[in-house]
């Protein structure tokens, strides 16, 4: 990788960095010679997604952190819920099925990408339940990830909306230089009530003309089955595959195209995820179905002044749902360039976006039209155009400032800004010192804006978008410093955000009519729900980690999170009468724990043998229960979870792994008028990994 070590003078860093610029883009982080390298990137150094070019950790201008393939190796991971444990500033909720916020931000804020392609940014994604979880297990399996990138704080100016929250990137090996593969098989064994996992992966990658044509395949299957606990994990069946052949027909010229089919399933049954009965009617077996295709091209040339990068993806996507009679079709197109180059001081990345999200309805959702006429088909579109412009600008050998903005065109929302500055300061040697102010912003999905889809919910109601609703919009400000060395490494970071216009569920409890009765929806007589704005609130909280190096042998990382939020605004943009959400200003916002710690300990008592032992506290958490009529939830029950595993070199091609997940059995009480998941207990997962 070309990307110099230590802390070189501006005039060595900035023709090492614009060398990194030929490897990688942040739309598809490919390299030149990396396609055919020897060896892997330095994944602890090195990162794309704060800025879009190569670039080391501590002079990213951004809150980064990097989750190595060798930690996912000794990891029980299924879904990217289950790569993220741990993470501070992450907080996982639920199993391998539930969703993710970073400093407080939902799922649906935080953009998930696989090698700088996005994969949950259709604008009609369902919220709640298996539909947030859905998105998580579209990710390659553990042996095709080099490494995840997760960056946490706005990362609107680079990658537009969905990035509110944050960026998690999947970055995917690259093409080696002879054939290579691994097969793996592993499986989750739970106590008591709770489903087993039992699942495959294949990777497989090498030249077919050397250093010229290249091809990369990789595949996983999985099968868990259903919990028999009252809002546990569905059952949960997946198959994903990929596809990449990467042509280099000279140095200095890329190109790349691929395909994914990934297939999912759920079903939950009465008596045990559900209930068997609903407001006295009996409950039946549910079954969804999500297929996902994409088509992915990436171009990364060098020009002789600067580079550019041209990266495009079309994804067809498709879910049933057993009690309906038709599909959802979503289509999605996405189309990027980008251009940078080093001049004088500056690192300058230029570029544009377009992207389209179509949905076509047959029948998936309960259409309306004025006067309660039903339609069975109904279909919408969105567009948005884009242009932005980063500058890193190094004012000092060891000082830079990053400045970026953003415009975003919606055809539904008209223009927005998104500027961002940050500060990139090493006083001391091993010493860093960052900070800056990044704007974000959330559009609502098509779902979301448009009365004319009617969304069933668990409890038996109808939830219908709403057209007044405005765009979610952030100001975050952060302040952190780091130290690294070869042995110790620490970070300090404090953020503070100014969160306007979240969009909630009023719930089918809490959507009245101007009589102050509920109303019933036109189609169904169902109770009706719709969505609606916060005008204010506020997020903030301290992240802090610290990693030591004892020996060669044994090595130890803890990291804290505080987290704290405060609802300062009222309801706003709805079309009926609707008090009961008045009460809420001065309660927290969002369902994340106060206190979150993590302390893990690596000790390597032989070659071939390496073993961990680690700790989880999870406080406790208080939010407002927006679908259920707005009142407080509190969760007092707190948890302190040990993990205890292994990763043993059998033979020089045989790896086995082990791990003894929640070894005390530490849960949570769990209440359903809550909407939380119940906690896994004990669980023990094996996997044999076959290289050759």
Request: aromatic fraction near 10%.
């Amino acid at each position: 990788m070309f990307v110099a070590s230590g802390k070189p003078s501006r005039i060595r860093r900035l023709p090492a960095l614009l060398a990194a610029l030929l490897c990688v883009s942040a739309g598809t982080p490919s390299l030149w010679t990396p396609a055919y390298a020897e060896e892997s990137v330095e994944t602890s150094e090195v990162i794309v997604s704060a800025t879009g070019y190569a670039q080391e950790v501590q002079d990213a201008p951004a809150s980064v952190t990097v989750i190595t393939s060798e930690e996912l190796e000794k990891k029980a991971v299924n879904s990217l819920t289950d790569a993220l444990r741990g993470v501070e500033g992450v907080d996982v909720i639920g199993g391998e099925t539930g969703s993710i916020s970073i400093r407080g931000m939902e799922s649906d804020k935080v953009l998930i990408m696989v090698d700088g392609r996005r994969q949950n940014s259709t604008g009609t994604t369902r919220k709640g339940g298996i539909s947030q979880g859905e998105a998580m297990s579209w990710i390659p399996p553990v042996e095709a990830i080099e490494r995840i990138e997760v960056v946490r704080g706005p990362m609107s100016t680079l990658y537009g909306s969905e990035a509110m929250g944050g960026v998690i990137n999947v970055i995917t090996k690259k093409v080696g230089s002879k054939w290579t593969g691994t097969f793996s098989t592993s499986a989750t064994l739970r106590e008591s009530d709770y489903g087993d996992t039992l699942g495959g992966d294949l990777y497989l990658t090498g030249p077919i003309i050397p250093e010229k044509l290249g091809i990369q395949l990789w595949g996983d299957l999985s099968s868990r089955d259903e919990d028999e606990v009252l809002d546990g994990v569905a059952r949960h069946k997946k198959q994903n595959g990929t596809a990449r052949l990467w042509f280099t027909p000279v140095d200095g010229q890329e190109f790349m195209i691929g395909m994914t089919r990934q297939e999912q399933g759920f079903r939950t049954t009465p008596g045990k995820t559900t209930e068997l009965m609903s407001k006295g009617r009996p409950n039946s077996v549910a079954e969804t179905e999500y297929d996902r295709t994409q088509y992915d091209f990436s171009y990364n040339g060098r020009l002789p002044v600067g580079n550019l990068s041209l990266d495009a993806f079309y994804e067809e996507y498709t879910s049933s749902f057993s009690s309906k009679p038709g599909l959802m079709n979503v289509d999605n197109t996405n189309i990027e360039a980008k251009y940078n180059v080093a001049l004088g001081g500056h690192m300058i990345l230029v570029g544009g976006q377009y992207k389209k999200y179509g949905l076509d309805d047959d029948g998936y959702y309960t259409t309306i039209v004025p006067g309660g006429t039903n339609i069975t088909k109904t279909e919408a579109s969105m567009e948005e155009y884009s242009l932005f412009l980063e500058d890193e600008w190094w004012l000092l050998d060891n000082l830079s400032l990053t400045g970026g903005l953003r415009w975003d065109n919606n055809t539904e929302f008209g223009d927005h800004w998104s500027p961002r500055l940050y500060g990139v300061y090493n006083f001391l040697p091993d010493w860093t010192l960052k900070g800056g102010v990044a704007w974000g912003f959330k559009s609502p999905t098509l779902v979301q804006i448009n009365p004319m889809f009617g969304m069933g919910q668990r409890g038996g109601g109808i939830t219908r978008g709403n057209a007044d609703l405005d765009p979610e919009t952030s100001v975050n400000y952060e302040l952190g410093v780091l130290y690294d060395n070869s042995r110790l490494s620490a970070s300090l970071t404090g953020f503070y955000t100014d969160y306007k216009d979240k969009i909630v569920n009023t719930g089918t409890d809490g959507l009245l009519g101007p009589d102050g009765q509920p109303i019933q929806d036109p189609l169904t007589g169902k109770g009706l729900s719709t969505y609606y704005n916060i005008t204010g609130a506020e997020v903030w909280g301290i992240e802090f980690a610290l990693g030591y190096k004892f020996t060669d042998t044994l090595s130890a990382r803890f990291n804290y999170t505080w987290n704290n939020s405060e609802i300062t605004g009222k309801a706003s943009n709805l079309p009926y009468d609707f008090h009961k959400y008045d009460g809420l200003e001065g309660e927290p916002l969002v369902a994340m724990p106060e206190h979150l710690a993590n302390l893990t300990v690596e000790w390597l008592p032989l070659e071939s043998v390496s073993t961990f032992a680690s700790l989880q506290y999870r406080g406790k958490e208080y939010y407002p229960n927006f679908g259920q009529g707005g009142e407080l939830n509190k969760n007092e029950d707190t948890t302190l979870t040990t993990d205890i595993g292994f990763t043993w070199e059998m033979y020089k091609n045989l790896k086995l792994s082990g791990t003894v997940y929640n070894l005390f059995n530490d849960t949570r009480s769990n209440s359903d008028a809550d909407y939380t998941y119940p906690d896994s207990g004990r669980r023990y997962w094996l996997k044999l990994a076959y290289t050759f």
